[in-house]
DNA sequence: ACCGTTCTCCAAAGATCTTTGGAGGAATGG
DNA sequence: CCATTCCTCCAAAGATCTTTGGAGAACGGT
């Protein structure tokens, strides 16, 4: 009779865990961590079918960690909180720290080609390169994530259009390129791209998930 | 090609999401934060069958979240660190705070017969009152977690045992009892039979997880 | 009212997970 | 070297999850 109820609570926790425990999943709230998202806009970027993404919708509301918001036909979803955004990147870095699975299979999904780690930036030294201005900061992830919230003083350069603009970061100060974070493969793209086009870029140690998780100021909008 | 190496990614990262997304794996987990164990105890601690336990630690194992140490013919199995501990913490508290059910499944354990939340006794006080010598701590959790670890200080009076300590009790000075952490009965159970015995004795707002996870000092042994 | 868009719900097939008893492996002690 | 203890592995049944296409609901525009 109490043991029942004690069933019941673990019950309930495993529907939080569950939640986290499939892959499709963790790859929509890795995109919910970078801002809100229409349901076919989170299937389009994920490269889901959009009656799959429903139903893993349904289940991270179930489990109450994301919201939803109504605008006209849309539907827009969104982390229920810092909190979960926080318990995502937490236990992203406890993944990366125990299984050498994970660890091997993040280097090999980041480092396609080779290794190009000169030049990291930590947050700390990008917030005193703000402070003096003597950088530029590329936010290299799609517009709709740079919209809904980037670091303050970044210009948003997608993959894509990195080419148009070698020239004016040809004569640009140290430049420094950030995207999702730390499970994220655009800055290192975008590095890379900008290395081999003779222009000197440096890539933030991690992203915006970090950036957001550590309190530090984001600016919405453009 | 690139695709591929994302999902394999993801996939591994879903490999640690799984391990807590049963309730029986998280009952296990809850006794492993408490220490070591081996894998009859937690059967009969948590009352499930060998194998069933086996298969769960096999899968927390391959997640990487356990290690095991062999002693003749028993295996002990532990948390692989303090960072999933920490992780299990907070897991347990965005599910507390995010989902009704959850908390309401929580409560209807804990508060059994009637709420009797008076006298809360928060860490901070508790350490006051350890540095000041005027109080009994009494861990009411079952020997063997009290010998893996507990709070300096504390006397191990499981809650079957209570009942011989009465006559001492009543002359002590303020007690306070605590048990595994914030999901578990125990202390509850031991300030409701004090008190029905005329003992009055308050409740450590948490227990030892929470104890740990906040780095403060644990003593093994007797 | 009707249509197009966006999303959710449903049903069914296929995949994966959980539980179980019992066989078998590893270590110990006589 | 045999018996015992403790644990893991195996196989099979049952339960649960995932994916899919298509029906249908909510909404805005015409």
Redesign the pocket.
């Known amino acids: 009779m109490n043991e029942e109820r004690r069933h019941h609570l673990f019950d309930e926790l495993a529907v939080v865990g569950?939640a986290f425990?499939?892959p499709?999943?963790l790859e929509l709230v890795e995109l919910l961590a970078q801002g809100e998202r229409?349901?076919?806009?989170l299937a389009r970027a994920a490269g889901?079918?959009?009656?799959?993404?429903?139903?893993?919708?349904?289940?991270l509301k179930l489990a109450n960690l994301v919201r939803?918001r109504?605008d006209?036909?849309?539907?827009?979803?969104r982390l229920a909180g810092d909190d979960v955004a926080h318990l995502y990147a937490a236990m992203r870095t406890v993944a990366r720290e125990r299984s050498a699975d994970v660890s091997q299979a993040l280097e090999a999904y980041l480092n396609l080609p080779g290794s190009d780690e000169v030049g990291l930036v930590t947050r700390e030294e990008l917030e005193r390169m703000l402070a003096e201005g003597e950088v530029t900061l590329l936010d290299v992830r799609p517009p709709e994530e740079y919209l809904a919230g980037h670091i303050p003083g970044a210009r948003n350069t997608p993959l894509g259009t990195l080419d148009s603009e070698l020239a004016g970061l040809r004569q640009a100060p140290t430049v420094v390129a950030y995207c999702r974070g730390s499970f994220c493969v655009m800055a290192h793209d975008a590095v890379r791209i900008l290395g081999g086009a003779g222009v000197e870029a440096r890539r933030l140690e991690d992203g915006m998930l970090e950036w957001r998780t550590a309190g530090l100021p984001v600016e919405a909008g453009a």
């Open positions: 569950k425990g499939s499709k999943r229409t349901v076919d806009g889901m079918g959009m009656s799959t993404v429903s139903a893993h919708l349904q289940v939803t109504r006209g036909t849309k539907v827009f979803y």
